[in-house]
C-alpha cells in the first residue's frame, strides 16, 4: 500500500503488519488502519506505523466510519462496534442494524441495507440506561452502567428504577433486590400497599382498595398468590432497611452535617450554625417517621400471615415463617420498636377475625407499659380475654422474670400479685420468676416470707425448697443452706409419715444425704441437733464424720447399725482421707470403744474363738467385705442376742484382721487384764509378724541407701581426680585468652548433679588463676548458688 504525502507529493510505502486487506481512515494527521482482527495501527504524516492499540474486533469488519474519537465499524454479523480511540476500549456493541455500508454526517453515523437507511446519534449512557431499563432490558442497563464513570447517586436511582420496573412486571423476587440497593425511603415502596399505611389501620385494617399493588395484581393468573409473595418480600426489604441501612444513613448524612456544624460555629458563624443543627433535627425526626411507617407495616404482615393465614397460605412448597427474617413477634417489639401504638393496638384489637390478646400484650411491654400487658396476661388466664393456644402463664412468667423494680420498670407490688396466680396456676415453671439470675438480685428473705403464703394441697409441690436449692448454689450464707437441708428433712420425714412409695421416700433421702455430705457451708452442729433424734443413721454418720466426733460416728454404726465391718471401712477410709497416721488413731478409738463397754458390762466371760480363714493366714480387711462377713452382718441384724455378745465378736474380729493398724503396746496397755490369753494369742502372734516383717523392711531400705551413698561418694571421687589436659589452644572460659604455662583454675560444670547424682561425663571449665574469682562471681550471680564440687 502506498500513501501519498500531500506537501512534497511523494509517494511512502509503509510495511503495515497485518496478514489481510485493511482499510484506511484519516483521523486528523493519522491514519487508522483497522484489519480483520484488531484496530489501532496508526499511521502518522510520514506513513510509519505508530504503536497498535488494544481494541479487537468481535467479528471480521466490513467497513469502519469515524465520528471524532469514535470509530464505528460495521461487522460481518450485521452489527456494529463503537470503539473509544481515547480510552481504546469498545464502549458499545449495537445489534439487528443488518447494513452493508456505513458512513459519517454531521454527529451522526449512517448506515445503509437493501431496505433502509439508519441513523445513529450520541447519546449520552444514562439516557441509553434509561431507555433499556424502560423497554425491560434491565441487565444490558448495568452492564452499560458499569462501563461508564458513573456516580453513586446515578447507581441507585438505577436500581430503584429497575426495582419499579420489575414490580410492574410483578417480579418481586427481582424488584425487592433493587429496591434493597437504591437507599431510597421506604415509605415510597410502602404507598404501593394501602392497606399498611397507619390512616387505613385507623379506619380498618386490611380493606384495601382497587390502587397501588392491587390494581397491578387484578389481572395476574394467581392474584392471591402473588400478592402473598410481595408481601414476604416487602418484609424482608423493610427488615433490612430497619436493622441495617437505618443506621448507616442516619450516620452518613449526619456526619457530614457534624462537620459543618462544627467548622461553622468555630469560625463564629452562629447563625449558619443554627441552621445546620436545625438540619440534624430535621433528619433525625424524618428517620424516626420513617421507622414507625415500617415498624407498624412489619407488625401488621407478620401478625397477618402468622395468626391469620399461616394454615391457608396459597404458597406451594413456602413456609412464610421460614422465609421471613422475622421468626417470633419477639424479635420485632422487644426490647424496642417504632411501632405507632393507637393504629397497631386497633389492628390487634378488631384488624383480623379474633383479637390477638398476646400480640396486644407484648405491644404494650414494648411501650413499658409491663402492669397493662401482665392485666392482658392475666385476663387471658381467668378467660376474660380469649386467643385460641394462649393462656397467659408462659408469657407472665417471661416477663415477671426480666423486669427490673428497682429501675422502675414495675411496681413491686405487682410482681408479688402476678407471681401468686401464676405460682397457683403452674408452680412448676412458676418457680422460675425467683430462680432466674437478676441484676439486682431480689431480697432472699423477702421472696422466702412470700413463698411461705402460698399452700397447695398437694403435699409434693415444695416452692420454698425449690428456692432454696437455687440459693444454695450461689450463696455462701448457712442460714440459707440450713434452711434447705431442714426443708428436705422435713420432706422426708412427711413422705414416711404418710407411706409414700420406697422409691420417693429413697430419692428424698438420697437428696438430702448428697447435699449434707458435699456442703461446706452447712452450721452441721444445728443440722445434727434436728435430725439426731431420727433413724437417719448414715447421715449422722457423715455429720459426725465432718465434726472431727469419730466416737460417736463408730457407736451408731456398731450399736446402732450393728455393723462393726462398716465401722473398720470407716476407719480405713477416713484414715486415707486424713493421712496415714490418722487410720491408727481411727482404729484406736475404734478399740476404746470396744473395750469401754466391755468394761463396763462385765468381762467375766470371752467365750468362743476368733474366727480365722479356712486358708489360714489372715486376710486383710480393707474396703471390700467378704461374702461370708456379709453374712455375719445378717446374723446380728436379726438376731436377739445382747449387746455384750455383739461387741465380743466386734473385738475379736478387729484384733483378728486389723492387726496392722494397731499399735501392739497402746493394744496391750488397753485391753482388759482378764482377756482370756487364747483370745489374744491370735492378736500377739499377728503384731510380732508384722513387727518383725517391718524391722526387717526398714533394715533393708537403711541398707539400701547407705549403699547408694557409698557409690555416690565414689563416683564423686572419681570426678574430683579427674585429670585434664592444657593444649596450646586452650582458652580462659572467661578472658578467653590462650592458657599457655599460666596457673590455671578448673571449675566444675552447674550441672555436675542431677537427680542427687553425680554426671561423671559433665565438662569442667578451665579458666586462669587471676580469672578464677571473676568467673565465680558471674555464675553466682547467674545462677544464685554455689557449686558443690570445689574449685581445683
Partial sequence: YSILYAPDGKSKDPEVPVETSVMLYPIKKYIVVAATSDVGIFLNSLGVPANKGNISFTHPPVACAHLGHYLASLLTDGSIDVFSLIESRNVQNVQGVKAKCISTGNDEIWTCSDTELS????????????????????????????????SKKEIEEFHWKA??????????????????????????????????????LVRKAFTPRKQGIHSMLAKAENPIRDLEKAYVRLIDYLW???????????????????????????????NEALEVKKGMETLRKEELDRLVAIDTALLVLYCKFTYSRQSRSSMSQISITEEIPIKSLTDLLLPENHCAFEECKIFLQSGLKTPLETSYALLLMSKNKYGEALQVFHELSTGKRT??????????????????????????????????WVLKANPTEGIEIFTTERNPPLDSETVIKFLETITFSDSKVDLIA????????????????????????????????KGDSPESILATRMKFRRFVETNSFLDYEEILEQIQKSDLYDEIIILYSKLQRHKEALEIMVYKQRDYLSAEAYCIGNGEKLGGLSTAKLFHIL???????????GTDTFAGAIRRPKHGKHKRHHRVVASKDANDIKHYLTDTTKDLDYTKEAFRHLLAYQSEHLDPIDTLERIPDNLPLTMLHPYIESALRLSVSRRRNAQIVSRLVRANRFQTQFTLMEVKKKSFRIGSKTECAFCHKRIGDSYFCVHPPSNALFLGRVLTKAKWVITHQGCSKKYLEKKRQKSGVDNVLNVR
Fill in 466 to 497: 425449690t428456692y432454696l436449692e437455687y440459693i444454695t448454689a450461689s450463696s455462701k450464707l448457712p442460714r440459707y443452706h440450713n434452711l434447705y437441708a431442714e426443708r428436705l428433712f422435713l420432706t422426708y420425714l412427711k413422705k414416711v409419715s
Fill in 119 to 150: 441513523k445513529l446519534e450520541a447519546t449520552s449512557i444514562q439516557t441509553q440506561v434509561n431507555e433499556l431499563v424502560g423497554k425491560g432490558f434491565v441487565v444490558e442497563g448495568e452492564r452499560l452502567l458499569k462501563h461508564s464513570n458513573c
Fill in 163 to 200: 426495582g419499579w420496573m420489575y414490580i410492574s412486571k410483578l417480579k418481586f423476587d427481582e424488584s425487592f433486590s433493587h429496591l434493597s440497593r437504591s437507599n431510597s425511603d421506604p415509605r415510597k415502596v410502602l404507598k404501593l400497599f394501602p392497606e399498611l399505611r397507619k390512616e387505613s
Fill in 591 to 601: 478399740l476404746c470403744t470396744y473395750v469401754e463397754f466391755l468394761e463396763k458390762h
Fill in 387 to 420: 386467643e385460641a393456644g394462649q393462656d397467659g402463664i408462659q408469657p407472665t412468667i417471661e416477663l415477671l422474670k426480666r423486669v427490673n423494680i428497682e429501675n422502675g420498670e414495675i411496681e413491686e407490688s405487682l410482681l408479688w400479685d402476678h407471681a401468686r
Fill in 240 to 270: 433490612q432497611y430497619k436493622t441495617g441501612r437505618s443506621n448507616r444513613r442516619v450516620e452518613t448524612e449526619m456526619k457530614v452535617l457534624k462537620e459543618n456544624y462544627e467548622k461553622l460555629k468555630s469560625e463564629d458563624k452562629l
